[in-house]
């Protein structure tokens, strides 16, 4: 670990792998030129850490983590680790244990093949879910291989995102939320989804409200994304819709997220959803866009609003050149 000098906010950066700590480097560099101050400490967290030593994220860095105003993210993953060690034993332990319930990412863009830009939001419950890890395997390997994979949903951790949704439609100018799921065959969690909302939704008589199956909501966010303002989804659902978002919106190097705790009883981390590129390490074609996209979600949480949208508006007008000449341009647009 690392640190700079004092500061206001105290960030823990993760860089990670792949072209995560590029673009994180890059990222920081806008905040800084949109005068946030950072007292930031680097984290050497992720699979080449893993694959150095064996350690993927001890209790002792998670409580130094949980010190921390806020968390910014990288990229983890190499070729090298099986999948899910990096996936279970960092990002989701991290989810879980720092509480961040809630996933929100914000799509603004012109889908192909249409004129009109769309604006809008997907709240994807973080914590329960397929994710958990409900479920095991019998007879590896054989012909009667039985493998199960079990879906939580709680009623608390269900409400606590669903009122998420409402609370940001309310400061929003269409005001409106659209439940997806899959509400015919997954008769039990999606009922459950379905009762919570409808109750919810009775609160916020100033919201307008509207259900989608998962599938149709694909259709839709190719066809008319536009018909979208907020929307609330489970964990599995949202991770697939969110890519198809990126995508319909300028692709996934332009993808930001936050895994929030709107609790505050922990700090909340902000990663672009592209990965790590492992094949374009160090060809400087990595787009810093989506972490620097990320990092002023970061200064949202933090109360930084006027820096945050300072920093979008940077990035609204299209970039070219390399990871760091795209950076350089956006924090000149800022200076």
């Known amino acids: 670990m690392s640190g700079s000098s004092s500061s206001s906010h105290r960030i823990a950066v993760i860089g990670g792998d792949g072209i995560g700590p590029e673009v994180t480097v890059e990222a ?14 680097d984290f050497d ?11 993927i994220l001890s209790d002792e860095v998670l409580n130094q983590l949980r010190g921390f105003d806020a968390i910014l993210l990288g990229a983890v993953g ?14 989701l332990k991290m989810r879980f244990e720092l509480d961040l319930y809630v996933n929100q990412r914000p799509f603004l863009g012109t889908a192909p093949g249409h004129t009109k830009s769309h604006d809008f939001i997907v709240i994807r419950e973080n914590t329960e879910g397929p994710y958990v890890g409900e479920g095991g395997v019998l007879r590896r390997g054989t012909k009667h291989e039985v ?21 940001l439609a309310m400061k929003r100018e269409r005001k409106h939320v659209t439940l997806v799921h899959k509400t015919n065959v997954l008769t ?42 907020v929307i609330v989804t489970d964990n599995l659902f949202g991770d ?28 909340s981390m902000f990663e672009p959803v592209h990965g790590s590129a492992p ?3 160090g060809t400087g074609k990595a787009n810093p866009t989506a972490a620097i996209l990320s990092a002023a979600l970061m200064l949202d949480f933090l109360g930084e609003t006027t820096a945050a949208d300072r920093v979008r508006a ?18 000149a647009r800022l200076a």
């Not at 949903?153 to 409402?166: I, K, L, P, S």
């Not at 919570?196 to 149709?216: G, L, M, R």
Request: one cysteine or more.
């Open 28 to 41: 920081l560099k806008v905040v800084r030129a949109a005068g946030v101050r950072l007292d930031t400490t």
């Open 45 to 55: 967290l992720g699979g080449a850490r893993y694959l150095r030593d064996g350690e």
């Open 78 to 91: 190499t070729p090298d680790v099986p999948p899910g060690v990096i996936e279970r034993g960092l990002l």
């Open 147 to 167: 493998a199960t994979q079990g879906s939580v949903n709680t009623r608390m951790g269900v409400e606590r995102c669903v009122r998420y949704a409402f609370e």
């Open 188 to 229: 039990f969690a999606g009922n459950l989804w379905e009762r919570t909302f409808n109750e919810v939704a009775a609160e916020f008589p100033q919201v307008s409200t509207a259900y989608n199956h998962v599938d149709a909501a694909c259709i839709y966010f190719v066809q008319d994304p536009h018909r979208y303002d």
């Open 240 to 267: 697939i819709l969110t890519d198809l978002g990126g995508a319909v919106s300028g692709g996934i190097g332009l993808a930001s997220s936050a895994n929030l705790n709107p609790a505050r009883t922990g700090p």
């Open 279 to 281: 094949d374009i390490v």
């Open 314 to 331: 940077a990035c609204a007008e299209s970039v070219s050149g390399s990871t760091t000449q795209i950076a350089d341009t956006i924090a």
